[in-house]
């Protein structure tokens, strides 16, 4: 019964594979540049503005996984990112 458990929230419901981690898709690219032009930018005027890109990608690439993630586990891990997300601008 606990394989058949931990298969449920794994298993890719389109192929039947289990699915932990994607290859990254175009929000995830833009997360990873965004965060190389806030390192090399520091505080002047593209670190912000990447800044706010980046929790927008964040945003959008969890949405994307809890409307059409391909297991449970992806799906609760956009609902991670969200409350993560929601919590650093609500804290600042």
């Known amino acids: 019964m606990r394989v058949a458990s931990l298969r449920w929230w794994f298993e890719n419901r389109e192929t039947g594979q289990i699915t932990i981690a994607q ?6 690219w833009g997360i ?11 505080s002047s005027a593209p670190g912000p503005a990447a800044s706010w890109a980046r929790t ?28 993560w997300q ?7």
Not at 23 to 28: A, G, S
Not at 32 to 42: I, K, M, R
Not at 56 to 83: K, T
Not at 86 to 92: D, I, K, P, Q, R
Request: charged share 10%; aromatic share 14%.
């Open 56 to 83: 927008g990608l964040w945003l959008y690439w969890a949405g994307d996984e809890i409307v059409r993630g391909v297991n449970p586990w992806r799906r609760v891990l956009g609902v991670a990112v969200v409350a």
């Open 86 to 92: 929601a919590g650093a601008l609500v804290l600042g």
């Open 32 to 42: 990873a540049a965004t965060w190389l032009v806030t390192a090399l930018a520091g």
């Open 23 to 28: 290859f990254p898709n175009w929000p995830l």
